[in-house]
């Protein structure tokens, strides 16, 4: 199943009983999306479970639903949280080279799937502008695949966690690189160079629709590419990750929690899944950082397509720098 969250025009929402311009839920099937009953958010859906949806869908195709050509499709989901990790090693090559001057791929790495957290609240969905800051010059990209996570758990075992899949949805986890390099010299972050905004779209494939895609070691063999302007600059296979999307929802859990909801990005992949990682390789900004106006396409086999248009946010309050004291005085202050 291919599950969107869209809106229609004024008189499809008369038709439907609806009220005019309300984001609504629904299954697509070929050129048509037909909807769930009012009120029922993607959310909902996800925390139903598999079984529920597909009850929904049945009854939902009874109807005609909407040409695709007359919906505005918006983000599939408002995620609960959103971990990011970076399970391609050659992005790890190329980003390490561009962002810090270190070649090669850290040890530890190795040790287990590395992420972290972006912001659920900056979630922009097809055909939106993404509004870079504008202190951001070395603007970039990133092309990733995204697992929705159904039910709660704990500390999951990997088998445990195949049963918390809900579907897949693309991902491009955009990128201010100046900013980030600047930040993460504290040995903390990223921060403020990706949670600006975090594409997803076009909508959630159930996992059900990718299992003949699966290969027998786990992995889902998926063609994936990025253009800008219409020109190519990379493609990869989604099964050269390093570990599984279950791998990845374990770790998540190791200790922790995951919620109906949380979305887990697998990282960009390889082969110029972001222009970070080419700028590492080649030494150089070639292709150049993306410039406002230019139209972004991910395409990944199985997920669709999802296009987005590079803005520029309005100038954000300067901020005043830290406030400085000398040591002693500072620990004399302390003292009883």
Not at 24 to 52: N, Y
Not at 294 to 307: A, C, I, K, R, Y
């Amino acid at each position: 199943m291919r599950l969107a969250t869209f809106t229609t025009t004024a008189d499809a929402d008369a038709r439907a009983g609806a009220g005019a311009g309300q984001p609504r839920t629904g299954v697509v099937s070929g050129e048509r999306v037909h909807p769930f009953p009012p009120g029922l958010i993607m959310r909902d859906l996800v925390e139903r479970g598999l079984d529920e949806v597909r009850r929904l869908a049945d009854e939902a195709l009874a109807a005609d639903g909407h040409p695709l050509a007359d919906v505005r499709l918006l983000a599939p989901l408002a995620p609960a949280s959103v971990r990011d990790f970076v399970a391609f090693e050659e992005h790890v090559q190329g980003i390490r080279q561009a962002v810090t001057g270190t070649a090669g791929v850290p040890d530890a790495w190795y040790d287990g799937p590395t992420f972290y957290f972006t912001n659920p609240h900056a979630i922009l969905g097809p055909d939106e502008t993404v509004p870079f800051p504008a202190a951001c010059a070395a603007r970039d990209l990133e092309l990733e695949v995204a697992v929705v996570v159904t039910g709660a758990g704990r500390s999951l075992s990997v088998e445990q966690a195949r049963e918390h899949v809900f579907g897949y949805t693309i991902m491009n986890d955009w990128s201010a690189r100046d900013l980030q390099a600047r930040e993460m010299q504290v040995s903390l972050g990223p921060a403020k160079g990706k949670d600006f905004a975090t594409t997803l779209g076009p909508w959630i494939v159930t996992a059900d629709e990718l299992e003949p895609f699966r290969d027998e070691d786990g992995f889902l063999r998926l063609w994936c590419a990025v253009s800008v302007n219409g020109a190519e600059i990379g493609r990869d296979l989604l099964s050269n990750m390093g570990w599984t999307f279950e791998v990845m929802i374990a770790y998540a859990s190791r200790d922790s929690r995951v919620e109906a909801g949380d979305v887990l990005g697998s990282g960009t992949v390889g082969n110029g899944g972001c222009l970070g990682e080419l700028w590492g390789r080649r030494g150089t900004q070639d292709p150049p950082p993306l410039a406002p106006g230019d139209v972004v396409t991910l395409t990944v086999e199985g997920l669709g397509s999802l296009t987005n248009v590079v803005g520029v946010a309005e100038p954000a309050p300067e901020l005043p720098a830290a406030r400085l004291r000398d040591p002693a005085l500072a620990r004399k202050a302390a003292s009883p």
